[in-house]
């Protein structure tokens, strides 16, 4: 399997891990020095403001205390389209920038949509296997209602 194949394959993988919550498996594709950040720009701010930022054992705490919080019923589906895979500073990393859609599915039926933004993410080459080394979500939506503590 190329490199791009193997990025795309990963991509996809970590959409699927957190649709199914599934946070073993999504963690199982980061890298053991992984960072996560979602980013979102307030014009009345006029700076970036941080809504989650996490290392991997940030992550995995997280997902340990998601039953203790008030969750959304329902169901979120990511939908992503790759648009670049660079090489970056190395030759066993790469520059990857997606658009990413998240969907919400309520307990009856319902969809619609509830958030649109960016993947920008490093992939590391580590042995055999491609892993996530650090992913920021740059949103466009800045109301995400009550109820989101999962990764976007």
Not at 12 to 20: F, N, R, V
């Amino acid at each position: 399997m190329s490199d791009h194949e193997a990025i795309r394959t990963l991509i996809g993988k970590s959409c699927l891990a957190l649709d199914d919550s599934d946070f073993a498996a999504y963690l199982g594709l980061c890298a053991l020095d992984f960072s996560y950040c979602i980013r979102v720009w307030s014009p009345e701010l006029r700076k970036d403001m941080i809504w989650l930022e996490h290392d991997r054992d940030g992550m995995a705490g997280l997902f340990e205390t998601l039953p203790e919080h008030l969750q959304r019923s329902g169901r979120l589906s990511r939908h992503v389209s790759i648009s670049t895979i660079e090489t970056g500073a190395s030759a066993q990393e790469f520059v990857v920038v997606s658009s990413v859609v998240v969907h919400h599915t309520d307990l009856g039926g319902r969809t619609q949509t509830l958030a649109v933004g960016r993947y920008n993410d490093t992939v590391i080459r580590e042995g055999g296997a491609v892993l996530l080394a650090t992913r920021e979500v740059t949103l466009e939506t800045r109301d995400l209602g009550i109820g989101l503590h999962v990764p976007l």
